[in-house]
């Protein structure tokens, strides 16, 4: 399968937004190394909360822990979205961000899509988006840029030439038909908003949310986490301080995000 392409288009997404503040302002750029760092030289910006840069292509797009994002130019949304208010919190917006990325999935293609700890999102075990959170402090505000990537027009071959350490899936190959991306970003951005709104006013509603539809707890993990491997049974996960593991033949231990790497789920 083939899959069509068609152009991001700022007037297209934002024909039906209903935003106040996610998407209002929209930079769309057919190239550029990276959409986080773009959004980031906004950051002292004055009214500029809710920028979205879009991307057509990225060459130096980055993951956790330097890894790289790969996307042929035209084949996913690549965005990046700037938080300028001090609320939510980093911690809060790492759980608002996939669970937005899931919502719209679900709501423009009808697909149930999982959590995958700490920034992966799946559709039948194969990665499908990616997140990346970065905050800083900047004077006495925190500053925040969600980073997004999700395939959507890719087909198997472009993931086969890629050598990929995981399995990858588009939006295309899973429907077996063309996702409009305009589309796709509008919702995104819609609820990237309620969500971040929930994040504020409920957070306890949105950690529940955000468990149920993480698809780790209760099964099998191997993991590397500070240049070991480490296998056992997933018996909880806290957003923040990490995923909870019951040892093999050991103890129950947590493992941060920032030190760890999910070599393999198993059921």
């Not at 999935?105 to 990616?130: F, T």
């Amino acid at each position: 399968m083939k899959s069509q392409t068609e152009q991001l288009s700022i007037e297209a997404v934002q024909q039906d937004l209903q935003t106040r503040h996610i998407g209002r302002r929209i930079i769309l750029l057919d190239e550029t190394p990276s959409t986080n760092d773009v959004a980031w030289s906004y950051a002292q910006t004055p009214d500029c909360h809710g920028l979205c840069v879009l991307a057509e292509l990225q060459t130096a797009g980055r993951g956790r822990r330097g890894r790289k994002w790969y996307s042929p130019p035209g084949q996913s949304v690549l965005c990046s979205i700037l938080i300028q208010n001090a609320e939510p919190s980093a911690a809060l917006l790492t759980l608002a961000a996939p669970i937005a990325v899931i919502d719209a999935i679900e709501s423009c293609c009808n697909l149930d899509a999982a959590i995958k700890w700490p920034n992966d999102i799946l559709l039948k075990n194969k990665k499908v988006a990616g997140i990346l959170v970065e905050s800083r402090k900047i004077g006495p505000q925190s500053v925040s840029v969600i980073g997004i990537g999700i395939n959507v027009h890719q087909d198997k071959d472009c993931f086969a030439e890629l050598l990929l350490d995981a399995p990858a899936v588009s939006l295309d190959i899973e429907l077996r038909r063309h996702v409009n991306r305009n589309e796709l970003v509008s919702e995104l951005l819609q609820r990237l908003e309620k969500r971040i709104h929930m994040a504020v006013e409920k957070p306890e509603k949105l950690l529940r949310d955000w468990k149920r539809r993480n698809r780790q707890i209760g099964s099998r993990v191997e993991l590397e986490s500070d240049g070991r491997q480490y296998a056992g049974t997933c018996i909880g996960i806290d957003p923040v301080e990490g995923l909870i593991v019951q040892i093999d033949r050991g103890p129950v231990k947590i493992f941060s995000a920032a030190q760890t790497s999910v070599v393999k789920n198993g059921s």
